[in-house]
């Protein structure tokens, strides 16, 4: 039976780990939901409590008897199944690595779901930090390829889909640069090309983050 990952019918929290499973091309079922009222419906009425989830929410990942939700702990597991989690000498590094691509997303968040009376503020006072932050990222990968050395890891697909989202909402910080060398080599990946240039990339209709927020990052709409 395919492993079978949930999330909503938006990029969010739930991107990464889709970017995972693409690469690695195996076999898998895109369980997304709808942000319609039929598809809250069916997530909340009738699937969430019936899926043996410890902590029913979305995302969830359900491999056989592995059943898992949070995405750091999704994404962490599928680092280590496809073998994507970082080298021993590397898991320090990818950890620190993570949680400044968490704490970045974050801080999106906040401006992106914010109310309209803020949402100006909280933008400048976003894209205010980020030449330092673009600054640190690019000394952080440095040469490359990936964002730990030689090795691809799931920490990577974060990155990837959490710059992308920065260069979404603040383009002119992504004109060019170490950075944006980075965001395209990963998107060059043979399996990531693939989806990127397909019909069926949801990138291409889906928002980055849901259609309530006061900046929904619809794709060539804003």
């Given amino acids: 039976m395919p492993l079978e990952f949930g999330y909503w019918a938006v990029r969010g929290l739930g991107e ?70 970082p080298s021993e000498a590397d898991i320090a590094k990818g950890d620190v690595f993570e949680q400044y691509l968490v704490e970045v997303r974050t801080a999106l968040s906040k401006a992106a779901y914010s109310s309209a009376d803020k949402f100006e503020e909280l933008k400048a006072g976003f894209i205010s930090k980020l030449p330092v932050r673009v600054e640190e990222v690019a000394k952080f990968i ?45 998107k060059e990946l043979p399996a990531l090309k693939k989806f990127y240039d397909s019909e069926e990339c949801t990138h291409k209709s889906y928002s980055i983050n849901g259609p309530m927020a006061t900046w929904p990052g619809w794709p060539n709409k804003e």
């Fill in 16 to 85: 990464p780990s889709r970017l995972l499973l693409r690469y690695t091309e195996t076999e898998w079922t895109d369980a997304a939901v709808p942000l319609t009222d039929e598809g809250m419906n069916s997530w909340f009425q009738e699937k969430k409590a019936n899926l043996g989830l410890d902590f029913p929410n979305l995302p969830y990942l359900l491999d056989g008897d592995v059943k898992l939700t949070q995405s750091l702990a999704v994404i962490r597991y599928l680092g280590r199944k496809f073998g994507l989690s």
């Fill in 142 to 186: 440095g040469a490359g390829p990936y964002a730990l050395g030689d090795k691809i890891t799931y920490v990577d697909f974060l990155a990837l889909e959490y710059l992308e989202c920065v260069a979404a909402f603040s383009p002119e910080h992504f004109e060019s640069g170490p950075v944006v060398d980075y965001i395209n080599r990963m």
